[in-house]
């Protein structure tokens, strides 16, 4: 009786470590969310299109310049100077912000001087694009696509998701970066 226990547990030992076979995944890989992601980022990006163009429209004394970074702007106040931010420089500068019906969101007194080194920290995308197309002194209006500024998540306190914004700043000082104090 004792060998009969004996063989019955190596038998089962042998017969139960043979070779196992891979299950596949239960998860079907299917692109229909991916399509329908694209396609409401295209209608968004359509949708806030149209409100900039119609924007200009009504803003027609003004030449607004379309960037390549994806937003439009105009000079409120040009400079003539040439040197515009490079990487290392340090800028010093104030903005507001505004919804595109031109309320103010957040003033400049709210958000204060602004210091940012170009390439070299972390800021909004559209404003780190926007700053590099400014001379000291001027001030610029900027139309950021939600996209370029704060996005799907907004700032989770005044601006909402996929928000177009109005951004007006003003370029205070370029500090060049090989420049000693």
Not at 35 to 46: A, P, R, T
Not at 103 to 126: L, M, R, W
């Amino acid at each position: 009786m004792k060998h009969s226990f004996l063989l019955l547990g190596i038998s089962i030992i042998l017969f139960s470590c043979g070779n196992t076979v891979a299950r596949k995944p239960v998860v079907r890989k299917t692109s229909s969310f991916m399509e329908e992601s694209v396609s409401l980022n295209k209608s968004i990006i359509l949708a806030e299109e149209n409100a900039f163009k119609a924007l200009m429209e009504l803003d027609s004394l003004n030449t607004y310049i379309a960037s390549s970074d994806g937003f439009w702007y105009k000079f409120d106040k040009k400079n003539v100077t040439e040197y515009v931010p490079e990487f290392g420089d340090e800028l010093l500068y104030t903005y507001e912000v505004y919804d595109l019906n031109n309320t103010i969101i957040y003033t400049a007194e709210e958000i204060g001087e602004q210091k940012y080194f170009v390439d070299q920290q972390e800021i909004i995308e559209g404003l780190r694009n926007g700053l590099k197309l400014m001379n000291e002194g001027e001030i610029v209006t900027f139309l950021f696509p939600s996209h370029k500024v704060f996005g799907y998540l907004g700032d989770q306190k005044k601006i909402n998701i996929n928000q177009s914004l109005i951004y007006k700043v003003q370029l205070i000082k370029i500090k060049k970066k090989n420049e000693s104090n």
